[in-house]
Structures are given as C-alpha cells and as structure tokens.
Nanobody, 121 residues
Framework: QVQLVESGGGLVQAGGSLRLSCAAS????????SAWFRRAPGKEREFVAAISRSGDSTDYGDSAKGRFTIYRVNAKNMMYLQMNSLTPEDTAVYYC??????????????WGQGTQVTVTT
C-alpha cells in the first residue's frame, strides 16, 4: 500500500503562489492515479486536480482551472500542485490522494494527512 505525505503549505498573500508536494512511499507510484482535494472550514471536500498514472492526462476542478497545475515525477515518487493567483477562497487543508482500483477521477483509496494553505488579503 502506498503512503502519502504532503508538504509545501503555508501562509501566502492573495495573488501569490505556492507549490504543494506529495511524497509517495510503500508502493510503485506509477501504478496509481493521483489527485489533490481540499477542504475549507465548514465546507465539503472539493476536488482540485487529478493526474493519470503516467502523467499524460489531467483534470481540474472549476476552481483550479487556469490557475493551478498538477504534475508528477514518477522517478522520484512525487506529485506536485503549482498554485498561482491565490485568493482567500483557496484557504483550505489540501490532501494528496492515490488509487489504482477505481475508474474516473473522483474515487481514491489512499490519502495523506493534509497540508494547510492560508491565503490572506
């Protein structure tokens, strides 16, 4: 089973950028599709972006389109989320997820613990 650890969260001003990282271990990362989700205070978990096993296919939630980029480096067992033009509405805990059993972009078996992103005005 793969284990996931997120990093890169923090405090940033509106308009700024952050890059989140997800380190995978315990499995062959290239066997797993992967994704980023987030949960803001008082809100449901939200799909942010997903990437295929090889990295040649991606999908984005509406809030991420045009501002965020998901990519992976399987040789390093790493996945990333580059976030630009951040707004306070992007404040949330961001979770890395991976899966090899389900089709589509929205179901995942393995989750990290999350990393907090806070965007200030």
């Amino acid at each position: 089973q793969v284990q996931l650890v997120e990093s890169g969260g923090g405090l940033v001003q509106a308009g700024g950028s952050l890059r989140l990282s997800c380190a995978a271990s315990g499995g062959t990362f290239s066997y797993y599709k992967s994704a980023w989700f987030r949960r803001a205070p008082g809100k449901e978990r939200e799909f942010v972006a997903a990437i295929s096993r090889s990295g040649d296919s991606t999908d984005y939630g509406d809030s991420a389109k045009g501002r965020f980029t998901i990519y992976r480096v399987n040789a390093k067992n790493m996945m990333y989320l580059q976030m630009n033009s951040l707004t306070p509405e992007d404040t949330a805990v961001y979770y890395c997820a991976a899966d090899r059993d389900h089709t589509g972009w929205l179901e995942y078996n393995f989750w990290g613990q999350g990393t907090q992103v806070t965007v200030t005005t």
